[in-house]
Each structure stands twice: as structure tokens, then as C-alpha cells.
């Protein structure tokens, strides 16, 4: 069955009914906070293994947000049924719920599996089935591994090195593969480093941010691993959850996915300075023996993005950082 047709001809509604699996989460709550004051009707689809219902309480009483205790992983009809008997029929979905850890990934890869993989099979599946106009997913830069051109082009051969970069990319070829077969919309967008206010401090991708902001406030010393050289691209989760909107509510594409990152590396030693110097420059920076597998060097090419739909990251690093360490602090 294709659906792209119907999809094509379903004009975008003045409240769009949006789903947002993970909405409670880090990325998805300021995804979530776009929607609604865009005036879409937002169904939020979470099991709260890591979300939390304070990141949402912003909204409460808000009448166009509904939190709905799913697992994704067990499907997503039944949950939605009443709902489409109230808002109608699902515009498009940003699916973002998934188990985040590349270390539990490798620790119960079954888990990841059910979660990052299945998961995206049973949110597709209902896509399809309902012929939802969009489906926007969170991959990440993980599905590369290590590689050794930069910036990191989409066309880079991916070779990820954990069950959670296999999983996000099978996720992807399943994207592509509704696209290719039934003429769906969809856009996986590969996240690189994200920060900001509601992160979780043990988050997999920033805890250093984290680790360092507690330590700096505390003037406790600052350990890097290795010399310190190691550089990430990290880009502010105003950006990313701004990305999201424009790749939703574009049209088209081929199911490809599209880096989101500021195509700017930062070392650690540079981000160590810069949190210190937010928590009053009393922490001393030492080095320690690199870790085992580390990635070295990781930037993004972002001309994907930018062509296909209009995305360019705005916030310069030491004002996210501010007010991430405000946030972590507060
Ligand atoms: N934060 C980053 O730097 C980064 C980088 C690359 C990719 N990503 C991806 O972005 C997405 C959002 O990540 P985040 O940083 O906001 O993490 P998060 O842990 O804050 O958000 C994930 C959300 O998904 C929910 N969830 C997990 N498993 C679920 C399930 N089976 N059913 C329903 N809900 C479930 C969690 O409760 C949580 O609310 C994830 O898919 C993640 O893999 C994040």
C-alpha cells in the first residue's frame, strides 16, 4: 500500500495533532514547549524510564497536551485511540523515545533492541497504518563509529561500535524503507552532542558537562582524560529541539538522514576552561590516563540540514553553557 499520495494531499490542519514519543524527556519537553506554543495539538507517548512529568509542568491544565504513559516498545494504536476520536486523525510524529546509554546498550543489547529498535518498527507501523503525513527520528551521530574525514558527512561509512549505534541505524534503513516503499515522509536527523538546561546530569553524551559544572562550583580540581585535545561538536538543545520543527513541517526528501550540529569542535580542555571561568575560576585542570575505544575528534558536516531544511545552529557555545551551568545549579 502506498500511502505517500494521500499524505501529500492532506493539507496541514491549523492544529496539527503532533505525537512526540519521549516527549518527556531532555530533547523532547523543549520539542514539546515548540509545539504547543506553535499552537499544535501535542500528544506526549512516554514510559518515564527517564522522563520526568516536571520537565512538561510548564503546560499544566495546558488543554492541547496529553501525557499518555506508553511503552512504545508494546505498540502505540491502543494509546492513541481516544484521543484521535477528540483531536482526529495524527499530522505527524517526532519519535525521540529511546534507552539513551551506550553502556547499558552493550550491557543487555535485548533491551536496546526492543527499545531503540522495535520500538521504532511499532511507531512506524501505526505511521503507515494511519497514513501519518511526517515522522521526523532522533538518530544520532553514534551511527558513524570512528571515522577519519572531517567534518562528518552523512555520506561517511558508518561503522557503529555499539548496539545502541546499530540500533538507531536499522532504525534509520526502516525510515528509508517507508519512504521507499510507501511513499512516506520521514526524516531521521543524526544529533551530535546536545546540551542544555534539562539535561540529565548522567546523561551518556554530556555528563562531562555536568560533572564538571558540579566540581567547578565546588572548586574541586577538574580531571580530563588523556591530553584534553578530544573534541566533540555540541550544540545547544534550543537548536536541535528548533531543528526538529523545521525538518516536521518541511515537505519531501528521501529519507535520508541529515546531521544536526554547528559543524564547530570544541575540545574538552577548551569546555573545561569555559565552565570553570562560569563557576568563578577556582578549580585547578589536571589530566589522567585517556580511556579505552575513546573517540578522538567528532564535528558534523551541517549542509544537509541547511539545504534541505533551512537549519543553522545559532547559539554560540559559552552562552549555552551559561545557561546550562545556571540550570544545573539552580
Ligand atoms: N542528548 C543527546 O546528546 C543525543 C544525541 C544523539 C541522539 N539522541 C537521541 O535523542 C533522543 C532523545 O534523547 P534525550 O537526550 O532527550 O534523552 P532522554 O532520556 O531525556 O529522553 C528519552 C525519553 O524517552 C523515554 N523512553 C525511553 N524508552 C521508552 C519507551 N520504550 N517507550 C516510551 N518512552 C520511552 C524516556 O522516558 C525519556 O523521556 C533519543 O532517541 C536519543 O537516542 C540524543
Redesign the pocket.
Known sequence: MRVGASCKMHTMSATPFVVV??????????TVDRLIERGCNVAV????????RE?LSQWAGKESLEILT?????GIFAALADLEERWGKVERIV??????SVVHSIENPLNDV???YT?TVQVLEYARRKAVCRVV??????VYGDVDTFPVSEDATCTPLSP?GID?LGSEYWLRYHTSVFGMDTQP???????GP???PS????GVISIFSDRAAAGKELRIFGDGEQTRDF?Y?GD?SRAILLALFAEGGDGNAANVGTGAETSVNELAALINEFCGGKSSISHAEPRDGEILKSVADVSRARERFGFEAETKLPDGLKETVASLQA
Not at 95 to 100: E, G, I, P
Not at 137 to 142: D, E, G, R, T, V
Not at 203 to 206: A, D, F, G, V
Open positions: 514519543t519521549g516527549g518527556a524527556g531532555f530533547i523532547g519537553s523543549h507517548l512516554d514510559n518515564f524510564s527517564t522522563g520526568k520537565n506508553v511503552d512504545i516498545g508494546d519519535h525521540l523515545a529511546a534507552q539513551t526492543r527499545n531503540n520500538g527520528f532522533a538518530s544520532s551521530a553514534a545502541y538507531k536527523l543524526r544529533f551530535f552532542n546536545v546540551y534539562r539535561q540529565d546523561s551518556p553524551y554530556t550544540v538543545v536541535v
